[in-house]
């Protein structure tokens, strides 16, 4: 699926003006930048953290944010960030460059393990050093001044201003790292940061409390004083938190009371679903047969009908997902008639019934079943010599697993695939369900057969959602590797902005549908 933002705000009954609370549905695995991988605890470091450039709220192009000013090279390699000398951390500490180098020198560490140390890649020296094959000394990130950054990239990136307001290259504050061992980034009364607000309270399966930092170099225009984020991870005590008015902000609700929201004259103006750069899908762990044959993961595909999910299950206004990259045109189409998709100048290749097309050449009314044909999936099967329904000459298919974290929605959705593959293809399917964290350990370990899983655009290019299947992605966790892709990813990122660079994403785009180690929903 496509997905919308799902938000409910301004609570409708009066509570403590100077406090903003806001349902985020998890409890924060992690406060450290180098170490975040959830968009739920992303929203935490964003209020304790600042980049280099934040992100504009409404066209998410980078402005100025610990750095007042840039200026970058006729060539498009050397970037030079003039930092702000008013910068503070919040224990009144300045804030130089050699925070920052150091801070991303850590995301590049070997021996740190950072899921989104590849960000900073594209940086002379640096993928060397998060290989062993290079050392810190040649990642040329310098410091001409204790307010000057100067960074060097092997080739022109069309979109590294927007990496750096992605919270996991914000900086940390060194000192504190050093003195506590790492602890410091858990604790309030250690936690050093250099955000908007300070962390001044953690209670474990209830609320992180943040308030306004009074060292921000901006604090005069900060103008809630605290903010509380709940770790309530039911939908349904999200929303009866926010109905009592414990609750201002709440980004899930159940999919049952979806249509009462939208037609109730009292809800119906703080009920907010919108299109998010965020696409739903299951992971395939490609390293365990059967499921290593790319056209038994087509048969997996072409059994869901997307449509009726969105319909049935999901009911907030998701658009059936045959691309990866968010949003295409004709789902747009469906959503906000008129709407200009986000990356509009970059064709997405989608999944039809007979294989990959642009979704230039795909209508609205075409969209919902694309790429949904349960007979063709069967002619699939057997043709790779598979039992069927209808079919049963060939080998049986063994039992698949399917994985998710828990959560009402995930559970029955993955019902709901569950029976799908049981009554399109006859497979015997079994759930397993667990939090969020043993979830993605098990991906990392590639300890499952299908994965539920979802991923958020962190900046403002298609690349955000194509990187992470890279044979050396941290964020992978398929155990697919395939050189055509990754070559064409390497060329993308060589080639300036423009069509010939759309092309080469397309192009990437199209390998990863069709040898499918994930299916989009």
Known sequence: MVLVAVILGAGTVPRD??????GLGTDPGSLDPARVTSVADGHILRALFEGLTIADPETLAPLPGAAQSWSISPDGRTYRFELRPENRWSNGDALTSADFRASWLRLLDPAEGCSYASFLWSIVGAEAYTSGTGGRDGVAIHCPGPYSLEIVLKEPLPYFLCLTSFYSLSPVHPPSLVESGGSALTAPDALVSNGPYRLTGRWLR???????STTYWDAAHVEIPRIDFLAAESPTTLLNLFLTGEADWITKVPTGVIPALRSDPAYASVFAPRPHLETAFYRVNVTRPPWDDPALRRALSLALDREQLCERITRSGEQPAWSFVPWPAPALERLVPGGTPPLSDYIRACLSIDGVVADSHVTAEQWGALGFDPARAREVLIASGYQTVGNPQGTPLPPIEILYNTSPLHQRTAEWIQDSWARELGLTVHLRHTESKSAIDAQRSL?????RSSWVGDYLD???????FRSDSGTNRTGWKDPEYDALLAAAARTPGGLIRSTIMFEAERVLLERRPVIPL
């Not at 003006?17 to 806001?22: A, D, E």
């Not at 209830?206 to 306004?212: A, Q, Y």
């Open 17 to 22: 003006p100077g406090t903003l609370v806001i």
């Open 447 to 451: 300890d499952y057969d299908v994965a």
């Open 462 to 468: 298609p690349t955000t959602f194509l990187d992470v």
């Open 206 to 212: 209830d609320r992180i409390r943040v308030e306004k």
